[in-house]
């Protein structure tokens, strides 16, 4: 009966991050596809070409971006998975940095190279987020595979490529999957990067997506463009799914002990380390050019950022929008704290319990991360004023959009760590007469608590600098900094632009200091990120 009880429990558990998301989430996005279907948005834009040259474009620069970085993940993978080399901790905090980095920073650090913009831009920008995604994926998976494999291969005459392609590669496709579907995600809803790098020329279903709610009110033509979005994005989801749990079947493989590189290896470590030094340019570029004006070395910007020089066409200081963006991110970090938490519980629960529910969750949370945030944002709108109080006027309501996209960062990191948890621990507990809030409290709790802490710094990085539906949805007379960077971009004048750079480099040291936190506190084999 007890056990009975507890498959119960776990399908009822799941109502909270279920209720959570048809509240925040589906329900805004089917209103907005509601209004395409209502308006005769969805056979308009369907039948007009353009439409499909712009998901042409869309998919075209994903696929582009995900293979750049692919290409420049996989050395860096083999050095943090295989090599016992100095530096290797700088070169993982390295890594992470971009990826946690906000939009319109990379994409400002990025036009400080190229001040037009374009295609090569925006691929190497997009690539530049998600080499850590690539190198944290597969580099999780290589570091268990079995070197006994490879040097069997060896013994039987096959060269180092030979046995990468033959022996090591297949035992690798999932992760490479995996990540490959990650990364297609993100490239492919890219907005702060496309926005500023690419402009009018260069525009792709999330931008496009912006323009005609924003700037030409087409609301229809948008949540028809959205839909295609979400259709998109369900498929590369399911993509992902299947190979993540292909991926995580092999974590009971022991972990192999780093080595000295021999021989040609030493070709993947110098070129794992150009890609680190590749990685530091945007951003170095971007701290000169804060400091650099056409009359020298100079600190104006960061002068007239604090409210203490000649303001420029700021209504508020950049001090003040700094301190609404951590404060909007800490209310967005700790919501999705505990709901990403509980919600990584109750899916390892349901795995244990072998319930279909299980992946159809798991599948459900991780949408967020491949919908546009204009989208998203402009159904709160639509939307929320049903709801007591009215929740589009309040201040927490940039929070729940943040919160949104955060949480399934944070299941992510802290579903692998629970589920490797060893599971004889667990039925020791529970044979002593615990019960299981018990048994995750005293087992599972203080294994992954470094973890845990790590992924409230994480999620509390990628909130700090969220920008699509932020921009969507803040307050005018309370903008974050990553709004208030935009908003400077795209005003003429070289104090505005010394701002803009100063801004950047503000936001960069916070969340630098946030990644300090990860790597802190990061357990040696845990989540994806």
């Not at 209004?35 to 042409?56: E, I, K, Q, Y």
């Not at 945030?373 to 007591?388: E, I, M, N």
């Not at 480099?505 to 916070?510: E, I, K, N, P, R």
């Amino acid at each position: 009966m007890a056990s009975s009880r507890l498959r119960l429990s776990w399908p009822l558990a799941a109502l909270v991050p279920a209720g959570f998301l048809g509240l925040f989430f589906v329900w805004p996005v089917i209103a907005i596809a509601s209004l395409g279907f209502a308006d005769g948005g969805v056979s308009t834009v369907l039948a007009d070409p353009a439409t499909w040259r712009l998901v042409a474009y869309t998919v075209a620069q994903a696929v582009g971006s995900t293979i750049v970085a692919l290409l420049a993940g996989t050395p860096v993978a083999f050095l943090l998975a295989r090599c016992s080399v100095p530096g290797s901790s700088v070169v993982r905090l390295i890594v992470l940095v971009p990826f946690v980095l906000p939009t319109v920073v990379v994409g400002v650090a990025f036009r400080t190279i190229w001040p037009h913009g374009g295609i090569w831009p925006i691929l190497l920008a997009n690539a530049f987020f998600n080499v850590a995604v690539v190198a944290r994926t597969v580099g999780g998976m290589w570091a268990r595979v079995d070197r006994r494999m490879e040097d069997a291969a060896r013994a039987l005459g096959a060269g180092r490529l030979r046995t990468f392609f033959a022996v090591t590669l297949p035992v690798l496709a999932p992760a490479f999957i995996s990540a490959g579907s990650v990364v297609f995600l993100f490239c492919s809803t890219s907005f702060g990067v496309v926005l500023i790098l690419g402009g009018s020329a260069f525009r792709t279903l999330e931008t496009e997506i912006y323009l005609r709610t924003v700037a030409l009110f087409d609301l229809s033509g948008a949540a028809a463009l959205s839909l295609l979005q979400v259709s998109a994005v369900l498929c590369v989801l399911l993509v992902g799914l299947a190979a993540r749990r292909k991926r995580e079947s092999w974590f009971s493989l022991r972990a192999q002990h780093l080595r000295r590189p021999r021989g040609g290896e030493w070709w993947a470590v110098g070129a794992a380390w150009i890609v680190v030094l590749a990685l530091l340019v945007p951003i170095v570029s971007l701290l000169v050019r804060s400091l650099s004006t056409s009359t020298g070395w100079s600190l104006d910007g960061f002068r007239a950022l604090a409210g203490t020089g000649e303001r420029g066409t700021l209504a508020v200081s950049g001090m003040d929008a700094l301190f609404n963006s951590i404060r909007t991110a800490t209310d967005a970090t700790i919501l999705a704290f505990i709901l990403g938490t509980f919600s990584a519980v109750v899916l390892l629960g349901l795995a244990r319990n072998k319930s279909v529910l299980g992946g159809v969750l798991d599948t459900a949370l991780m949408l967020p991360l491949g919908v546009s945030a204009v989208t998203v944002g402009f159904g709160y709108l639509v939307t929320l004023g049903h709801l007591p109080g009215d929740l589009r006027t309040s201040s927490s309501l940039v929070p729940l959009a943040q919160a949104l996209i955060v949480t399934p960062l944070i299941i992510r990191m802290v579903l692998p760590v629970l589920r490797a948890v060893d599971d004889r621990l667990r039925q020791a507990a529970a044979t002593l007469g615990a019960k299981p809030g018990r048994v995750l409290w005293e087992i599972d709790f203080p294994i992954v608590g470094r973890t845990l802490v790590a992924a409230g710094g994480f999620g509390f990085a990628v909130a700090l600098g969220e920008f699509g539906a932020t921009s969507f949805l803040i307050r005018p007379e309370a903008p974050t900094l990553p709004v208030i960077i935009a908003r400077l971009m795209s005003r003429p004048g070289q104090l505005n632009n010394q701002m803009a750079y100063a801004a950047c480099v503000l936001l960069m040291v916070v969340t630098a200091a946030s990644v300090l936190l990860i790597e802190r506190f990061r357990a040696p084999n845990g989540g994806d990120f």
